[in-house]
């Protein structure tokens, strides 16, 4: 084999594995761990990636960005060689890059696909994902009327509560927002404002959904539930100045609790 002749990574092992195909079976990769007693064959690894590049081809187009995520391991060279191999190109990422790093990699590359090592990463990134969705409609509830904003802002806080300290710490050092999410971390104060504009945006809700559907059953599964989220808010009182009452007359904070 010519190194010279030679243009990819991709080639590069493939052609190697056409070399020794009658000892596929011998190790290729292995975790570097002291109680790691397994490997990878280049059979194994030459069938995964065959795998993971025909998955990735139908969700790429050529030249797309797919982040990856991961420690160092086997599965990152895996990961790596299929999305070379599905023509995308990959924007790795490591687990020791700080919340700034990967907010400005992933807004900067506006990858097609991401892949994660573990559970814990994919959970995070999803949270994360999940609190810049909810701020994002947030904001548009201050601007838009009918939206709560106090809804998808909580919900916002929970989510880089975990997945991003610095997003978190953002939210709670925020000129308008952060009033409101300290008051209900702090006091359980749910603005009443807050309350009847959710109340507004699930009638209308429900009401489409029943003149687009008329299906009975659904709309009174989709009734009760809102019934239940609009019962809950409504347990916290809707001022600082009805928790200062409520605690001074020995009240309990939020009824039925």
């Not at 797309?64 to 991961?70: F, T």
């Not at 599965?75 to 999305?83: A, H, R, V």
Request: proline content about 4%; overall charge positive; glycine content about 6%.
């Amino acid at each position: 084999m010519q190194l010279s002749r030679i243009n990819s990574l991709v080639e590069l092992f493939f052609t190697k594995y056409k070399e020794i195909n009658s000892v596929a079976d011998k190790p290729f990769l292995k975790w570097l761990k002291e109680n790691e007693k397994d490997f990878l064959s280049w059979q194994q690894v030459a069938s995964k990636i065959q795998i993971l590049s025909e998955y990735l081809r139908t969700n790429l187009a050529d030249g797309d960005r797919c982040i990856l995520l991961s420690e160092n391991r086997p599965e990152w060279l895996i990961s790596d060689i299929s999305i070379m191999n599905a023509g995308g190109v990959t924007v790795p990422l490591f687990t020791t890059y700080s919340e700034k790093d990967y907010e400005y990699i992933i807004n900067d590359c506006k990858p097609k696909i991401c892949i994660v090592s573990d559970e814990i990463q994919l959970k995070k990134y999803i949270w994360m994902g999940l609190g810049f969705l909810s701020l994002g409609m947030a904001y548009v509830g201050v601007i838009v009327p009918g939206i709560p904003f106090s809804i998808f802002l909580v919900f916002a806080a929970y989510c880089f509560a975990k997945s991003s300290k610095r997003m978190h710490d953002w939210l709670y050092n925020h000129k308008y927002f952060g009033p409101f999410l300290t008051n209900w971390v702090q006091k359980k104060v749910f603005p009443t404002k807050g309350k009847y504009l959710m109340i507004a945006v699930m009638a209308s809700s429900l009401a489409f959904f029943w003149f687009t559907t008329y299906n009975i059953a659904a709309v009174a599964w989709t009734g009760g539930s809102m019934a239940l989220v609009a019962i809950w808010a409504w347990r916290y009182p809707g001022s600082v100045e009805e928790q200062k009452r409520r605690k001074k007359a020995g009240e309990k904070i939020a009824w039925l609790k």
